[in-house]
């Protein structure tokens, strides 16, 4: 199955790309998929988050085929406004 | 409710509304860019956004505050790119018939704004 | 902080701001006039007021607030006489370094303008 | 000494005026002033508070010299916004 990693802000400069389509398997994490483009990622500590699909995810939450072509992106801390 | 939200890499302009009848309170906030940013002098800001999921978190806040604090309409205009000293950033605009729940939606969206919307000030200049 | 009160029985307009450089929020609150009144259908409201001292007690209330939340500018703009079905009566905007502080004043002054400020609605048409 | 009495919505149609000058004597207060023009005014009982010269003061307040020249009006309770 394919998903789509999106990066934005800190999180861009972070891993180098903006977006990047990634194979994934049923049962992986969104922190396992991200820590593959970055070796030693850490995203509690950094207080990043993971949004699937635009809602909000845990990053050890298992993707399964319902991620299949969506898009999964790491969300830095926020500063809208 | 009526939701109106933008994101827009232009200056925000507001849109008219339609007649009033039954909208007893409008409660605006505009965002401005401050000319200090970290004890730094600056000429603006530049911000970035995950527009699809900011565009749908706005959603799900107004939506969320709604069920408290229920509204008329509520417009939302977010600019992203370059942003100057002076400009507006955010722009949030809510009718409704009193202003106990106009002032709460709005203040409240801010608020929670702040701590999930995509968006981000990824620079000054 | 700079306070700018009009009572006046022409439609509002609010006055222009001034370039702005070290301002980060502008909370703007409308009260218009709805349809019903009462239970009634309405097509207007009459307001009446005691000029002098309403503008007295709104400086009174703004200072008030200001100690604790202090702001940079306070329009507040009242009309009196025949106010017509969405239409402005009050229209009130406080700018700020910060949301907090705009947003409590804003409230606050309303919440205040409501109990001591002599303004009437004395009639409905 | 003189005072100008003034009133507004519900009381201007109370009174039946919307200013009048009396004349007081030290010590009288807002009451006794406006009893005077409507026989058994209970203030108090309406929710009706007084202002002298555009400040709220108490119905039983005596006045003084301070007052002379000055504006007394009776602020049924406000509507405003």
Redesign the interface.
């Known amino acids: 199955m394919r998903i789509q990693l999106?990066t934005?802000?800190?999180a861009r400069d972070y891993f180098g790309f903006a977006e990047k389509e990634v194979s994934f398997n049923d049962g992986e994490s969104s922190k396992v998929l991200f820590a593959k483009c970055k070796a030693g990622f850490k995203p509690e500590e950094l207080g990043w988050r993971v949004?699937l699909d635009?809602?909000?995810i845990e990053w050890n939450e298992m993707l399964d085929k319902k991620a299949n072509g969506k898009?999964l992106?790491v969300?830095?801390p926020?500063?809208?406004? | 409710m009526d939701t109106h939200i933008r994101i827009i890499s232009r200056q925000v302009e507001k849109e008219d509304l339609p007649?009033?009848?039954?909208?007893?309170?409008?409660?605006?906030?505009?965002?401005?860019?401050?000319?200090?940013e970290n004890d730094q002098n600056i000429l603006g800001l530049e911000?970035?956004?995950?527009e699809?999921?900011?565009i749908?978190?706005i959603k799900k806040i107004v939506s969320d505050l709604s069920d408290e604090f229920p509204c008329q309409r509520v417009d939302v205009i977010?600019r992203i790119g370059r942003v100057l000293?002076?400009e507006t950033?955010?722009y949030v605009r809510v009718l409704a018939?009193h202003?106990f729940e106009?002032?709460n939606m709005?203040?409240g969206f801010?608020d929670r704004?702040?701590?999930?919307?995509?968006?981000?000030?990824?620079g000054s200049f």
């Open positions: 999106l934005f802000a800190t949004a635009g809602e909000y898009d992106a969300i830095p926020v500063s809208g406004g | 007649r009033l009848e039954n909208t007893g309170a409008i409660v605006e906030f505009s965002g401005t860019v401050r000319h200090e911000y970035q956004a995950y699809n999921m900011a749908r978190q977010h000293v002076g950033s955010i018939k202003r106009a002032f709005c203040m801010m704004l702040k701590q999930d919307v995509p968006i981000w000030k990824i």
